[in-house]
């Protein structure tokens, strides 16, 4: 899973709103989500960060970073330095709704594995999640997954009800392939 880093830039990104909000009269500043693509920790650190600013969250899986091979294994126990703390530590800081998207055929168990830590961290410290699982997809976003976090940014941040049978082509594999 992902450190909860200093470095990841949301208060960067909380300040970047508010600034825009005032400066746009469209904006709403009490209605702001937050979406995750890559490694999908974004959306759930920004509910356990700044829960007074996001109030929903749509992820892709989260990736333990624990698990994967190419992490430099020498900051300290099982790749991270001492003293971290890792999305699930963070569990009891969660609020707001998120949708959680993972599909199984992943060629690595760091995604699986993160996301379920995640979940079930959030699950034991009893805090409401969405989850869609996908037994065919791997890595990227699928289109089915790409419709189900805008309906749920629809009706969770504009109170709207998406269309339905809205019908998205192809698989999204690449976060530079968004539209």
């Not at 949301?10 to 209605?31: N, P």
Request: charged share 25%; net charge negative; proline share 6%.
């Amino acid at each position: 899973m992902a450190a909860i880093e200093e470095g990841n830039k949301l208060e960067d990104h909380v300040a970047g709103i508010k600034q825009l909000t005032e400066r746009f009269s469209y904006m709403d500043a009490d209605r702001v989500g937050i979406a995750s693509m890559g490694r999908g920790c974004g959306a759930v650190m920004g509910l356990m960060k700044y829960p007074e600013f996001y109030s929903v969250g749509v992820g892709v899986p989260i990736m333990d970073s624990r698990l994967m091979p190419w992490i430099d294994k020498y900051i300290g126990p099982a790749g991270q330095a001492p003293g971290t703390l890792m999305l699930e530590d963070r569990a009891p800081d969660f609020k707001g709704k998120l949708l959680q998207c993972v599909g199984l055929l992943s060629s690595t168990d760091s995604v699986i594995t993160g996301t379920l830590r995640v979940l079930d961290a959030l699950q034991r410290a009893n805090k409401d999640v969405d989850v869609v699982v996908e037994p065919r997809v791997a890595a990227g976003v699928s289109s089915y997954q790409l419709r189900r976090m805008w309906d749920y940014l629809v009706r969770h941040l504009q109170g709207n009800t998406p269309p339905e049978g809205f019908e998205l082509s192809g698989t999204i594999t690449d976060v530079g392939d968004l539209p």
